[in-house]
C-alpha cells in the first residue's frame, strides 16, 4: 500500500471517529431518545385509549429506575400483580416476573420486558375510563388509579404518597 493511500485511510478513519464523538456528545441523558417516539416522558395526543403503543422500553436493563417504571408498576398493581408496597419505580426482579404474569394475561410475548407491545395493551385492552386507569375488566382484583395527561401530552399520576408526578424515563421521584 503506498504512502498516499496509507493517509487517505487514516484521515477517513480520523473523521469518523471525530464524527462519532461529535453525536456522543451531543445526546445528553435528558435529550436521548428514551421512547419510541423520542420524548423523555410517557406521553400522548388526542384520547386514552391506544395511547401507549409508541412508549419506550423498561426492563431490568432499560430504564430502571423512573417514574416511567412507577407508573407502569400502577399498572401491575392495579391488575393485581405487584403489592403496593413493591411500587418503587425500581425495576428489579418483582417488577419483571409481575410484567411477565401480565404479559401472559394479556397474550403478549412474556418475556419481562415492557416495551411498545405491553405498553400498548395497558391502553389497548379496554382497561381505560375517561381520566382513570381501571383494571376491572381483566384482573380479578378490581383497583383503579388516576392517570392525566397535561396540555403537554405527558402523563401524569399520584405516587404512592399521594404527590402528583411526570412519568419520565430519565428521573425517578416517586415514593
Given at each position: 500500500m503506498n504512502s498516499r493511500m496509507k493517509r487517505t485511510r487514516l484521515v477517513v478513519c480520523a473523521v469518523g471517529m471525530l464524527t462519532a464523538a461529535a453525536l456522543a456528545?451531543?445526546?445528553?441523558?435528558?435529550?436521548?431518545?428514551?421512547?419510541?417516539?423520542?420524548?423523555?416522558y410517557v406521553n400522548g395526543g388526542g384520547d386514552l385509549w391506544d395511547d401507549w403503543g409508541d412508549e419506550g422500553i423498561l426492563s431490568t436493563s432499560s430504564n430502571t429506575s423512573s417514574?416511567?417504571?412507577c407508573l407502569w408498576?400502577?399498572?401491575?398493581?392495579?391488575e393485581g400483580?405487584?403489592?403496593w408496597s413493591q411500587i418503587d419505580g425500581i425495576y428489579g426482579p418483582a417488577t419483571r416476573d409481575a410484567t411477565r404474569r401480565l404479559q401472559a394475561k394479556w397474550l403478549v410475548q412474556a418475556d419481562g420486558v415492557v416495551g411498545k407491545n405491553t405498553f400498548g395493551s395497558a391502553s389497548s385492552n379496554g382497561l381505560w375510563n375517561p381520566g382513570e386507569y381501571n383494571s376491572s375488566i381483566s384482573a380479578p382484583v378490581s383497583r383503579s388509579f388516576i392517570v392525566w395527561k397535561d396540555s403537554q401530552g405527558r402523563y401524569n399520576f399520584y405516587d404512592r404518597s399521594g404527590n402528583a408526578r411526570l412519568a419520565g424515563y430519565n428521573y425517578l421521584t416517586c415514593s
Open positions: 456528545l451531543s445526546t445528553s441523558p435528558s435529550s436521548a431518545a428514551n421512547s419510541y417516539n423520542g420524548a423523555a417514574n416511567a417504571t408498576q400502577k399498572v401491575l398493581w392495579a400483580e405487584l403489592a
